[in-house]
């Protein structure tokens, strides 16, 4: 990794020569290139911690003055429980996966001495854009080595200090292997993001990490692809048949688990029938936790009627855009799915879905429920990158799915969905290996015939 302040365009050009030599790396140099990393950053935790605390300094005075929000000066923290142990493990997770690259996903026989292979292979050189989240760059570089791209990395002022530690570790650890320095950059130039997102003829894929002015910026300032989401507009479903003892700790982990996370739950919608055997202890433990609850009215006159009075009088109303906002804060919006009287079940569940469809940002949503065909009828119906049953939206991680860590959510219908991991940074190119046949054989009544025969795949 290089700290560079170099031009724009000098930066996509050394990126763009180092992926072609990464491309072609062995495996065994790319894992051997992780553990030096990981070695590295164990090794500088301590100088690492203090920049991260200097820069928490500098952050939570900005955020006392209104200029840093709370949500991202939680993402900023590194001494966070877990946060430091977590980013040095998934280097290692990262590392010990199979090897991403040169996989025949599909082998077909043309004619005689003619096979076509489809082989996995890097994008090229990605661009991340992010603020805050100093773990990044470990995530990154970890996932861009081991996939066999290069990265160019430019994160925000706030986590200066955490930056220039980290990225100081990882080059020191580069330095010993046969990855190129130039392979992972990270950009120190103040006012470049504008000149890096013209660099389309160098640089791959954009993957925007952080606020949604950021991300709606990127997506309209450049004609580079761009991965990732703006939002993370998440929605929990309770059908009447769900667990109630479930239901709470799902609630309880979706909504307060992390709430300045991306995957955590902002909007709850609850069955009618729901409304006085499932939402009034779910009730209790949230406002016991301290989180704010807006209701509609269906949902405050039955809570008003259960909870004691305390609690009652922290019930607050909500207005539609409640139901298009992500909070990153401990509020949680309900709202009543209200079907007519003695309505299948199929009318409560489709009017739950339609809404999600047409407020939820598309990155998690999940239903709690017994049925598995109704759970099964929502994963399909629910056009979210991921569909969950009876599990919380705190799930939808690269970590937990195993993927080692990601380089973000991606909520675009293209090829990577969800958490993106090594396979999300793959793509593949067709491997035509002939006999000196050409397309003039072919064709006609008097041409040779395509076989065009399916071959397996060793």
């Known amino acids: 990794m290089s700290l560079t302040d170099s031009s724009p365009a000098r930066i996509a050009k050394a990126a763009s020569v180092a992926s072609r030599n990464l491309a072609i790396l ?4 790319r894992n051997d290139a992780l553990t030096a ?13 203090d920049a991260n605390a200097r820069d928490l300094s500098l952050a939570s005075k900005a955020a006392e003055d209104g ?10 923290d590194l001494g966070r429980p877990g946060k430091w142990e977590d980013m040095l493990q998934g280097i290692l997770d990262v590392r010990d996966l199979e090897d991403p690259l040169g996989k025949v996903t599909l082998k077909t026989l043309l004619d005689d001495g003619l096979t076509l292979e489809r082989i996995t292979c890097p994008i090229g050189v990605l661009l991340i854009i992010f603020e805050a989240r100093p773990e990044v760059i470990a995530n990154i570089a970890a996932l861009a080595i081991k996939s066999g791209n290069a990265a160019i990395l430019k994160g925000g002022k706030e986590s200066t200090a955490s930056f220039h530690a980290i990225s100081s570790a990882i080059s020191s650890a580069l330095t010993t292997t046969a990855v190129p320095n130039a392979a992972i950059q990270l950009v120190t130039t103040r006012d470049v993001i504008a000149s890096l997102l013209e660099c389309d003829n160098q640089i791959d894929l954009v993957i925007p990490r952080g606020s949604n002015e950021l991300v709606r910026y990127v997506k309209a300032s450049t004609r580079i692809p761009v991965l990732g989401h703006a939002d993370g507009l998440c929605h929990i479903y309770i059908h009447p048949d769900a667990e109630p003892e479930s239901c709470v700790r799902i609630l309880l982990d979706s909504k307060l688990g992390y709430p300045a996370a991306c995957n955590s739950v902002e909007t709850l919608l609850i069955h009618q029938e729901a409304l006085k055997t499932h939402l009034p202890t779910i009730a209790s433990e949230l406002l016991e936790k301290g989180c704010s609850l807006r ?13 004691p009075a305390d609690k009652s009088a922290l019930l607050q109303d909500a207005v539609e855009e409640d139901y298009d906002t992500e909070f990153l804060s401990p509020i949680l919006a309900i709202k009543t799915v209200t079907a007519p009287d003695n309505a299948p079940d199929d009318i409560s569940l489709s009017l739950a879905v339609a809404h999600i469809n047409a407020h939820s940002s598309h990155h ?22 991921c569909v969950f049953w009876n599990t919380s939206t705190r799930m939808a991680d690269g970590m937990r799915f195993g993927f080692g860590t990601e380089v973000g959510i991606s909520t675009n219908k293209i090829h990577a969905r969800g958490p993106v991991g090594l396979e999300g940074l793959c793509i593949y190119k067709y491997a035509v290996s002939g006999s000196g046949q050409v397309a003039a054989d072919y064709g006609g009544s008097t041409g040779r015939k395509w076989r065009h025969e399916r071959l397996g795949i060793d």
């Open 26 to 29: 062995p495996s065994v140099d």
């Open 37 to 49: 990393i990981h070695q590295s950053l164990l090794r500088a935790k301590e100088s690492i911690l």
């Open 67 to 76: 200029r840093l929000s709370q949500s991202v000066l939680k993402r900023l």
């Open 295 to 307: 209701c509609d009215s269906a949902s405050k006159e039955s809570l008003l009627s259960s909870l």
């Open 364 to 385: 998690t949503d999940a239903i709690l429920t017994s049925s598995a065909s109704i759970a099964q009828q929502f994963q399909a119906s629910v056009g979210s990158a």
